[in-house]
């Protein structure tokens, strides 16, 4: 009687959240003054579209710092193009993080430099991402093309419903 | 303000994947709410639609809001999250008995031809009653909690994004089934005693104490992740596991009590559930209240008419609204084809080389998706027609061997081959030659034939709108075909003193589709009944009748119009394909191979043989089985003719994926291009930031947009083809060894729509194209 009400409920409020910054701690020191943290996505790191995230705070009260700037250095250790991107807070979802979307060509071991700029002056947190092999893109995006399954599964109960009616009258 | 609480109250995702459907599903109530008002029914109140309302915006607050970010940080704010998704957002939205109102927003087409089939299904009706009994519906919610509080499944939701999704399924699908025997929302028969649903609330609550009890007491940390996080707000990871368990504890607690307190009193005062045991006869069927009540007045008018839209409409109706809309066009056309021919011929720094290319041919398929032939309606080419018919008045009939698609056909075809040997995109100079020479055309042909002979016969423009078109959601056709019968002066074909009538011969009340037809609106300002409008209509239906149109004829006996469809099919992967880095690969391995120096014969024979010879020979072999599998009586050419429109919505979710990609991901790529051109007339719109538009990283949303429109194209080309499948088809084994062959032509185009798009494109139109 009220089957469609879960199917349109559903189908229209999905939860499709995109996990927009933060992921997995990869790092969570003292560099000097500050408490750096550093996050990835996805889990587990690689190639494509990923994005760093950093959270500073004060080393000893642990609030966040305003007015800090980062800047992120990726240096493939197998050789290769280093990268070098900015993490801001306007590519943060979540605004206690600067954050840094960029694509990630190759994957391999990659040794890190954060050069943060901040109100206790500069500091620098280094540590070190393992970057794995790209996913073929139907693995992360099967649900996308796949879900059409599920209207035309229904079709076809529908029509083999009406199919079965038709013999049991005649 | 405290940085922390200040970066938390700033967190908002505003994912157009929770915005979107929110909005939606508030618009789709809120009008079918409006509906049902209007007609009487009481029943549907304010707190009805503030229930409702609530519970979206619950569930919005748990996707979208700072909650979510933060959810990984601190396990007490994940627990809000789950309270919302589990036992705020679900029995907020029943509260709202959404089934009706939801159905009557819906539009008409959808609620008539795709939802209220399903809703009749009696599998899913049975399946839908049994997982709603009170102990079905206790356990799943039951175990829903549980299973997803166990630390490893916990801990793979935190970090994996497909498993994350899946745990708010999972908790958002039980609250709703849980909660639905609780709230029983209109027109809900409860099949049990409502004394049932004490104990199912109490022993909903007790299990809920218990979890919270381990929450709150346990000494270590159950989830690992949180010991990892930076602290906020100086909460020690296992204060914040206890805080979760206390949240999860009291308010949790109090929201299965209220409903407690609710039933327990009606029992009490020996109350029955306010609705009936049974459906009154007339709601015996799912969709007849919706669908069957008796029309308001102007009940002819039910359908969305664009017309009847406050602004939109009024515009329409005026009668300069076509020529102004025209000549805005027509000045941004003369813009593009003098800096085409005087600007830089750079594509990526010119407006001719940006503006056509990557804005114009987006927002055309943009808005054939949404609207209709907007193009046509807006076409800057008609200025110059115009003035021909003024300046020679011709009489003279477009001549007899050419009235046909034949030669639009070819038009299109060289249009299409052009583009992609001659790399037209980039190159602004051919670019508004083109476009001048179209003027030029559209002028000599008006100079020398009456009607619409450019618009057509010749137009590839036109031609592409015309069977995209079939698509759309929205048609000019009459409102109400009885007063048609009364009328003898039939304006909207011969024209009168206020309009022309239609140049294209399409006499609206025998017109079917939107094949040939430009949203002219001539037939709309003729009509002296006010009968004409532009009404929604199913996408595609047009060409379940294969009846005698006017202006078209039968279409199974157009073997041009049947060119015409499967070439614009056909070129959409043709088109989308020639850019993706594979097939440049092998162009140039072919190339190497052959011998020769030019790519110009190697991209020749694959765009030729993607638009010529593959239709032929696919829709050849699909139509040679379907007709001797089910036995069919019609000729070959016939099945072809008569099938080939199955097609179009396929080819126009590649076209839409295509070109709505170039416009999504470059469309800012207009504002250093305006610069630079307004900078050569002395203008200063400032310097020009060629890298803001640059090697830009395309938003993950837009991937899935495009794979979007692949399926709804694929849904609904599948469908067409059953349906004609079935047409004078008594039994379904035929039906289906019909239908065969042509669905899976069909899946071959998805699945290779599915691979262009998953391949890197070029961004055209770009500093780096």
Redesign the interface.
Known sequence: MNTSRIAVVVLLLLPVTVRGDGGTVRYARDCGPYRVTVFTSPTPFRVGPVDVSLLVQDAKTHEPLEGVRANLHLLPREGGVDVEVLATRAAATNKLYLSAKFELTAAGTYDCKADIDGPAGPARATFTLEAGEKLPPWGDLWLWFAWPIVPIGLFALLVLGKSGNVVRNS | MD??L???L????F?P??VV??L??AA?YGRGWLALRRRGLRRFGALQLTCFLLG?AS?FV???S?L???S??LLQVHMIQHLL?MMVAPPL?WLGA??LP??RGLPVAIRRHW?S???R?????R???WL?RPVVAWILFIAATWLWHVPALYERAL???GW??LQ??CF??TG?LFW?PVVQ?Y???PAFEGWILIPYLILADVQNTALSALFAFAEKLLYPHYA?????W?IAPLQDQATAGVIMWVPGSLIYLVPLVFIGHRLLQGGTPEHPRRFPAKLQR?SLPVTSTVPAKGAATSQLDVLDLPLVGRFLRWRHARLTVQLLTFGLAAVIIADGLCGPQVGAMNLAGVVPWIHWRGLVVLALLGAGNVFCMACPFLLPRRIAKRLFRVNRAWPRPLRSKWLAVALLVLFFWAYEAFGLWDSPWWTAWIALGYFVLAFAVDAFFRDAAFCKYLCPIGQFQFVNSLASPFEVKVRDAAGCLQCATKDCIRGNETSTGCELHLFVPRKSGNLDCTFCLDCIQACPHDNVGIVATPPGAALLADRHRSGIGTLSRRLDLAALAAVVVFAGFANAAGMVAPIVDLEYEAMARFGWTSPLGVISLFQLGIMLVLPAVLLGLAACLSRSWSRSERSLRQTVCRFVYVLVPIGFGMWLAHYSFHFFSSADAVIPVTQRAAADLGLNLGEPAWGACCCV?AA??L??LE??F??VG??LS??LA?RLAAENQQ??GPTLRGFVPWAAVILILFAAG?WIL?QPMEMRGLMQG
């Open positions: 940085q922390t200040e970066a938390f700033l967190s908002w995702s994912d994947w929770v459907p929110t939606l599903g789709c979206l569930l748990a996707l979208a700072p979510d970010p933060f990984f940080l998704l939205l959404p089934l939801m159905l939802v089939p399903f809703l299904l009696p599998v899913l009706r399946a839908f009653a709603t970090v994996s994004d994350h999704y708010h399924a958002l699908v709703l639905y929302p027109p809900a028969r990892e996080q930076p602290t906020l100086g799912i990283v993950p949303w991937l899935k794979i979007l692949l399926d694929l849904l599948l469908y059953f039994r379904l599915l998953f």
